[in-house]
Nanobody, 126 residues
Framework: QVQLDESGGGLVQAGGSLRLSCAAS????????AGWFRQAPGKEREFVAT????????YYADSVKGRFTISRDNAKNTVYLQMNSLNHEDTAVYYC???????????????????WGRGTQVTVSS
């Protein structure tokens, strides 16, 4: 099992930026693809971005493409989500997750991921 701990959320004005971090511990984090999801009140958890184990490949939801960047540092057991040009629709709890099942690329369904963090709140004021 991989334990995950997100940080970096907060309140930001529309057009602003935030950088989320997700620190991993437990099983070898660097062996697995990692992803970010988000869940707004009353909505289902939705895919945001994913990155391959070696960071060679990334994949984004259309709603964040060009604004968000996922990256990872396996030496630090950490995955990041740089969020720019934030808008009100980006308000949600953001979760990081690790695909320990080696799902075919790209893993975009929450069911593809077994390990989850507790989430960090991102609120964008309009």
């Amino acid at each position: 099992q991989v334990q995950l701990d997100e940080s970096g959320g907060g309140l930001v004005q529309a057009g602003g930026s935030l950088r989320l971090s997700c620190a991993a511990s437990g099983r070898t984090f660097g062996d697995y693809a990692a992803g970010w999801f988000r869940q707004a009140p009353g909505k289902e958890r939705e895919f945001v971005a994913t990155i391959s184990w070696n960071a060679f490949s990334t994949y984004y939801a259309d709603s964040v493409k060009g604004r968000f960047t996922i990256s990872r540092d396996n030496a630090k057991n950490t995955v990041y989500l740089q969020m720019n040009s934030l808008n009100h629709e980006d308000t949600a709890v953001y979760y990081c997750a690790v695909d320990t099942k080696y799902t075919a690329w790209p893993p975009v369904n929450p069911r593809d991921f077994e390990s989850w963090g507790r989430g960090t709140q991102v609120t964008v004021s309009s």
